[in-house]
């Protein structure tokens, strides 16, 4: 049992529509804007700000809502930028419900390069059965051979899974999420009981940023348990991964997933050898709570840093040394500063563009720094420094004491650069 025809369609309570007509490649790049459009642009024509308090209310009222009138509410929301996230395990069923909903809506997926054959041939089932295509997202060819050549094969048995999953998973996952302002999991509270018993339905993301700042995660199977996921697969009689019969439940890369015994819980197939409370990938790293790593394997890399924002091409102020900066009215070249707090899940999800902003900004006139304004230093920040939430990104013209704020949501390289060039 496939979509509906266009000519079986049902009442107009659910909108049936063209599928994947009109729907824009995931890997497709939003239009750059050029650094005298940057500087000429309105504040009121600055895309949008998604508050988090909006989409809290939301998921409040969706709380009791059925996965098929939350992923059309998705669909209706976001359109064309919004995207399902498909692993080939009982995330079909997340497909099966958007083409319930008959409206146009776009999947993609992350090769890693070490899923298991079934996995591969499942996703060629699943693409003729909906007609569609799936966008899939590879891992960085050079990342890839640095870190087999260093480490080998195998080194997530030994320092755990979360640096492979960065090169394998993380990072295409962040470059599919730059062109989109939503995307669609198939996470449930029942999935993993240290990390994702408390999700929403609906949640501001805390980890990843899409084209516009702020990113929406949609969970339609939040509140369901596994149980009803597979009688949902069984009635529509919706094709699955050939593994599930064999004893998998929660199907990963091919070392490190297994079957699980009668009586096991399903992720007890993913990274066996680390601690229950770190089982996530980093995809959805955001549901860890800071002091629930106590164990093995990739706690030390899934726990929240110490520090970040580290690198040789961000100079690290002090107070003082800003406070100079404020007084400063005929400086030698201009700066940029973030002021961030390394608890916070957005600081963490621009640490890498900022960082290659730095290294495009190499060898010219303009520094780069950070200052941690939480703590002791946020009354400071939010008195001197229009510290508003968190990142907040400041430019200090050449000429000028007074810094400018930048108030786009969009925290990419290519936007930061615009905004530098803007003012430099």
């Not at 239009?31 to 009121?44: F, G, L």
């Not at 693409?127 to 260093?150: C, S, T």
């Not at 229950?276 to 959805?284: F, N, R, V, W």
């Not at 030698?332 to 563009?353: D, N, S």
């Amino acid at each position: 049992m496939g979509c509906f025809p266009a000519w079986d369609r049902p009442p107009p309570a659910v909108s049936f529509s063209g599928r994947h007509s009109a729907v824009r490649p995931l890997k497709a790049e939003a239009k750059r804007t050029s650094a005298s459009a940057a500087a000429i642009v309105a504040p009121d024509k600055i895309a949008e700000k998604v508050e988090a308090e909006d989409y809290g209310k939301l998921a409040k009222q969706l709380e009791n809502a059925s996965p098929l009138e939350i992923m059309d509410k998705a669909l209706e929301k976001f359109g064309d930028e919004i995207a399902i996230a498909f692993s080939g395990t009982e995330d079909v069923a997340l497909i099966e419900y958007a083409c319930l909903t008959g409206r146009p809506f776009r999947v993609f997926s992350l090769d890693t390069g070490r899923l298991n054959p079934e996995t591969y041939r499942f996703f060629d089932v699943i693409e003729k059965r909906y007609g569609i295509h799936i966008e899939y997202m590879f891992p960085d060819a050079v990342e890839v051979q640095a870190l087999v050549r260093n480490k080998g094969l195998f080194s997530f048995y030994e320092d755990g899974h979360g640096e492979c999953c960065h090169v394998r998973k993380v990072r295409p996952l962040r470059r599919a999420l730059k062109s989109l302002r939503a995307w669609i999991t198939g996470q449930r509270k029942d999935q993993s009981p240290g990390t994702r018993s408390e999700i929403p339905v609906v949640q501001l993301d805390p980890l990843f940023e899409g084209k516009v700042g702020s990113l929406v995660k949609w969970n339609p199977l939040a509140n369901m348990e596994g149980n009803d996921v597979w009688s949902f697969l069984r009635i529509m009689d919706v094709p699955v991964n050939s593994l599930h019969s064999r004893g998998y439940i929660s199907i990963g890369c091919e070392p490190c997933t297994r079957p699980v015994l009668p009586g096991q819980h399903e992720r007890d197939g993913r990274w066996w050898w680390e601690d229950a409370k770190a089982k996530e990938c980093g995809l959805h790293k955001g549901n860890i709570k800071d002091g629930s790593l106590n164990g093995t394997g990739n706690a030390a890399f899934l726990a929240t840093k110490a520090d970040i924002l580290d690198s040789k091409r961000i100079v690290t102020l002090s107070r003082p040394g800003i406070e100079n900066m404020l007084k400063t009215e005929e400086r030698r070249e201009p700066w940029m500063v973030v002021l961030y707090a390394p608890w916070c899940r957005f600081c963490q999800a621009m640490e890498e563009p900022y960082i290659q902003l730095a290294e495009k900004l190499a060898g010219s006139s303009i520094k780069l720094a950070k200052f941690r304004a939480d703590g002791l230093q946020k009354s400071f920040a939010q008195q001197e420094l229009q510290l508003g939430s968190f990142p907040t990104i400041l430019f200090f013209p050449k000429h000028s004491s007074r810094p400018v704020k930048y108030s786009s949501e969009k925290r990419d390289v290519d936007s930061l650069l615009a905004f530098v060039n803007a003012l430099r």
